[in-house]
């Protein structure tokens, strides 16, 4: 054995203990620390040939790396939608690493079982019913790109061939229909062979995000093939919601596999003043949702759910003569686009055995309210404008006068000590979202925020980025 790996085998407690002490002095100022700080990041170095040895690679790393990271992790980090890792789940992951199994395979059982347990509590937690299977992927883009394949699988099947086999070229063009789809959408599509193109956008209702199901209605009345429909609940902008119940009542009348990316807002369902949004989630034949955002566990985490099985064994079969054959229940590898991974599970079983639905509501309540007293608060400026109303945990505004890019640049940029806020257009108006579904986060995160916005109109009557 190479002595640097020898020396660390060696001193093995103390390094975790290293490890551990820098974890809690990164953890105990992540509060603090600027959330988007404003130091480069390091030169790159060449490889080195001879190593320094875990210890100094610590130093190295807290050294060069560590001032540059953001404080992503942290209660006001309120771009994109961007969740935190709570105590439990950190620990999780942590020993994800140590016992580094290879869920895939019945042949090496545990790993699998411990994730279908987990999928057991998900499914519950989202009221989604039995006949959802779900599997663990990396993100919510891949739980949108294998809900969708699986949809093209079933397309297949209505029109008599096997795209699985035959090749995407068997089924002539597909059509896939949304009102305000996430990018990740389109994304899958390219991946699958569908082709971007093949996203055909349905009006939303007026001044919404949310499909019209009047006019989903007439886009499938000019389908004379299967197609495929995406229904969103919550939408990065403003947290808006299709009727899904309504959406779903179209298959009585028109031939379409519905899959529903409810990467973030599957978690109104734990809210009982906000469950009605998600109802009729359970009627969809495949669902996403993201894990590393609400739940709060760390990247990469997400679930993909669906009621045929069969068909996502089809696409994603990976057929070798030592990993057996795909019998009833498919092993993971059969199930996804990786064949070995880790046990992702374990961040997401760990956080939910520490807290418990009744933790997990009283986090999204939370960061519900402090989206609302965010909204409420900001109508108070002059300077500032809503455009949608928080309708969930994202607020979406803009600047009252002239808001261009440049300018709501200019202001996410000043911001950006105590806040990180991403910019976006919605309805064509250049805007910034806060979006809040760190555990973190409270009150006192959304008055640092308001304070901040009152402190830079108060400080120039010209307005931001004017100089
Ligand atoms: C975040 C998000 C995605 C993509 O998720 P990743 O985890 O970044 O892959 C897809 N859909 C919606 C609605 C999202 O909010």
């Known amino acids: 054995m190479h002595h640097g790996l020898a020396l660390d085998l060696a001193h093995l407690p103390q390094l975790l203990k290293c490890v551990q002490d820098q974890a809690t002095s990164f953890l105990d100022r992540v509060a603090e620390r600027p959330v988007v700080p404003l130091a480069q990041p390091p030169q ?12 100094g690679g610590m130093r190295d790393f807290v050294e060069r790396w560590e001032p540059a990271l953001s404080a992503s992790a942290g209660p006001r980090y309120l771009g994109f939608v961007t969740g935190g890792v709570t105590p439990a789940a950190l620990a999780g992951d942590w020993l994800t690493a140590v016992a580094d199994q290879n869920v895939m395979s019945s042949a090496d059982d545990t790993g699998q079982r411990l994730e279908h347990e987990t999928i057991a509590w998900l499914r519950e937690l989202f009221g989604l019913t039995r006949e959802h299977q779900g599997t663990f992927v990396s993100g919510a883009t891949m739980s949108n790109t294998v809900g ?8 297949g099947e209505r029109l008599g061939v096997s795209v699985a086999e035959a090749g995407v070229a068997a089924l002539g063009p597909v059509r896939v229909l949304s009102g305000s789809p996430h990018s990740s959408v389109p994304k899958g599509l390219s991946m699958l062979g569908l082709g971007r193109e093949a996203l055909a956008s349905v009006p939303t209702l007026p001044g919404r995000e949310a499909v019209d199901p009047m006019a989903l209605e007439a886009a499938l009345a000019q389908s004379d093939t299967p197609c495929i429909v995406v229904a969103n609940a919550g939408t990065v902008n403003t947290g808006d919601f299709d009727d899904l119940r309504a959406v779903a009542a179209l298959r009585g009348r028109y031939d379409f596999w519905l899959h529903v990316d409810a990467a973030f807002g599957a ?9 009605h949004l998600v109802e009729g ?4 034949d495949s669902v996403c949702v993201d894990l590393h955002k609400w739940l709060n566990v760390p990247y990469d985490s997400a679930v993909q759910f669906t009621r045929r099985r069969d068909l996502q064994a089809r696409v994603f ?17 059969h199930l996804t686009p990786e064949n070995s991974r880790r046990l992702r599970a374990l961040a997401a079983w760990f956080t939910l055995r520490a807290y418990g639905r009744e933790g997990y509501r009283e986090i999204v309540e939370r960061c519900i309210a402090c ?26 505004f803009t600047l009252a006068d002239d808001p261009t890019p440049a300018r709501l640049a200019g202001l996410a940029r000043e911001l950006a000590d105590q806040a990180f806020l991403t910019p976006t257009v919605y309805d064509g108006v250049p805007a910034l979202r806060a979006a809040f579904s760190n555990w973190r986060t409270t009150d006192a995160d959304v008055l640092t925020v308001i304070e901040a916005l009152r402190a830079k109109f108060a400080a120039t009557t010209a307005g931001p980025g004017s100089s």
């Open 44 to 55: 790159e170095v060449p490889l080195p040939e001879r190593g320094v040895g875990a210890r």
């Open 148 to 155: 969708l394949a699986i949809g093209r699988e079933w397309v």
């Open 267 to 275: 978690f109104a369902a734990l809210s009982p003043a906000e469950a």
């Open 281 to 284: 989630l359970d009627l969809a």
């Open 317 to 333: 079969q990976n057929a070798a003569a030592y990993l057996g054959p795909l019998g009833d229940v498919p092993d993971c590898v």
């Open 371 to 396: 989206a609302r007293s965010l909204a409420a608060s900001l109508e108070q400026i002059p300077e500032l404008r809503l455009l949608a109303p928080a309708r969930l945990n994202v607020v979406c």
